[in-house]
Nanobody, 125 residues
C-alpha cells in the first residue's frame, strides 16, 4: 500500500499563493487516482480537486475552480496543489488522498483508501 506525506502549508496573505506537495512512498503514485481535500475548524471535510492516474483529467470544486491547479509527476512520485488568489475562506487543513487508479476520481472522501497527514494553510486578510 502507499504512504502519503503532505507538505507545503503555511501562513499567507490573501491574494497570495502556495504550493502543496504530496509525496508517495511504498507504491508508485501512478497506481492511484489522487485528490486533495480540506477541513476547516468546525466544518466537514471538503473536496478540493482530483486527478486521474496519468494526469489526463482533473476536476475541481466550484469554490477553487480557476484558482487552484492539481498536477502530478509520476516519475517523482509526487502530487501537487498549486493555490493562487488565496482567500481567508481557504484556511483549512489540506490532505492528499489516494484510491486505486482503476476507479475514477470521486468527491466523496469515504471512497479514498489512503490519506496523508494534513498540512495547515492559513490565509489572512
Amino acid at each position: 500500500q502507499v504512504q502519503l506525506l503532505g507538505s507545503g502549508g503555511g501562513l499567507v496573505q490573501a491574494g497570495g499563493s502556495l504550493r502543496l506537495s504530496c509525496a508517495a512512498s511504498g507504491r508508485t503514485v501512478s497506481s492511484y487516482t489522487m485528490a486533495w481535500f480540506r477541513q476547516a475548524p468546525g466544518l466537514e471535510r471538503e473536496f478540493v480537486a482530483a486527478i486521474t492516474w496519468n494526469g489526463g483529467s482533473t476536476t475541481y470544486s466550484d469554490s477553487v475552480k480557476g484558482r487552484f491547479t492539481i498536477s502530478r509527476d509520476n516519475d517523482k512520485n509526487m502530487v501537487y496543489l498549486q493555490m493562487s488568489s488565496l482567500r481567508p475562506e481557504d484556511t483549512a487543513v489540506y490532505s492528499c488522498a489516494a484510491r486505486p487508479r482503476a476507479l475514477r476520481y470521486s468527491e466523496s472522501s469515504q471512497l479514498y483508501d489512503y490519506w496523508g497527514q494534513g498540512t495547515q494553510v492559513t490565509v489572512f486578510s
